[in-house]
């Protein structure tokens, strides 16, 4: 192959492959500096209680705004940011700022609502994880209950020592809620044993529903296996009616996605938060 030829062989691929290669360095590199630069924000997506239409809670959501590169996904960033640690204090910025949003929101007619904020395995994993959550809450004054922690399954597979993460969470009075379940190689067995509060329904699943029965009966199997086991269920990336009434008719608690709204700016989703509670 042209890897194995050396550095003598100089052709296309191998120059789009340094190329690459370049960009990824000088992106770490920026990585590093976005967080002193204040280039990350967050934006926040509204869920809503299917039963009542209300406003529960809001999922934050991580976005990098470079200099020059314009926005930059966390699709993008975040498995860079895993690789080079950096997730730890970026994560750790990302749930600050969520806890003293949630916190102001508590205190203004917006009203407390839950604030739901994804975390990666790297962060997880990181030795007194649970400690930095505890001293985040209390230095924000965000009322723990308050704070919902998405995980995903591929973060637990040290099952004792994640077990204890989470009772450890639990002890601080935080939610912990499974993200983009049944994408994950878990067993169910799992479910048994770690202290979870909810499962968020893959959208994946709910994308199809329209037109694959199978991702019907996935989505229906899930909400009734999250209710025999006492979890609260939530369907990701609902986008449609006709995917709400499904939702609705089969039980499932909440709803997110873009048929509600896009996740917006702190400004944008009090706004919209209020405009709904005065209807
Ligand atoms: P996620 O936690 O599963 O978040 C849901 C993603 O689906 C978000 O993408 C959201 O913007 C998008 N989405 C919401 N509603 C719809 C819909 O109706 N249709 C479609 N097609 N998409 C919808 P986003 O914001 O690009 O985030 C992607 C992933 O990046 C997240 O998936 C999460 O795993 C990760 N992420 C985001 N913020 C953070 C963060 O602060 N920390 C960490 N560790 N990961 C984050
Ligand atoms: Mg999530
Ligand atoms: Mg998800
Ligand atoms: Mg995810």
Request: glycine content about 6%; aromatic content about 8%.
């Given at each position: ?34 967080l ?49 640690g ?54 924000t004054?965000?009322s ?98 006709s ?35 005065a209807?």
């Amino acid at each position: 192959s042209a890897k194995e030829n050396g550095k003598n062989t100089y052709n296309f691929y191998d120059l789009s492959m340094n190329d690459s290669l370049f960009e990824r360095v000088q992106l770490e590199n920026e990585l590093r500096k976005a967080l002193d630069r204040g280039e990350f924000f967050l934006v926040y997506q509204p869920q809503v209680e299917l039963a009542t239409g209300k406003v529960v809670g809001v999922e934050a959501l991580i976005r990098w705004q470079h200099s020059s590169k314009g926005l930059i996904s966390p699709a993008e960033f975040i498995p860079l940011a895993e690789e080079t640690g950096m997730i730890v204090p970026i994560g750790e910025w990302a749930l600050r700022t969520a806890c003293t949003l949630a916190r102001r929101w508590s205190h203004s007619e917006v009203g407390p609502l839950r604030m739901s904020v994804n975390l990666s395995s790297r962060q997880f994993v990181s030795p007194h994880f649970a400690e930095s959550v505890e001293r985040i809450v209390r230095e924000t004054g965000m009322s723990p209950e308050l704070l919902d922690l998405e995980i995903t399954e591929s973060m637990t597979m040290d099952v004792s020592r994640s077990i204890e993460t989470l009772r450890q969470l639990k002890t601080l009075g935080v939610s912990i809620s499974i993200d983009d379940f049944g994408t994950g190689y878990s067993s169910l067995s799992y479910l048994k044993s770690f202290p979870v509060d909810r499962l968020k329904i893959d959208q994946s699943f709910v994308r199809q529903m329209h037109s694959e029965t199978k991702d019907r009966s996935i989505v229906a199997t899930i909400i009734s296996l999250a209710h025999n086991l006492n979890l609260q269920v939530v369907a990701e990336g609902v986008e449609t009616l006709s995917q709400s009434e499904f939702l609705a008719q089969h039980g499932c608690d909440e709803m997110q996605g873009y048929y509600i709204s896009k996740p917006l700016k702190a400004y944008d989703i009090e706004t919209f938060i209020t405009a709904r509670l005065a209807r």
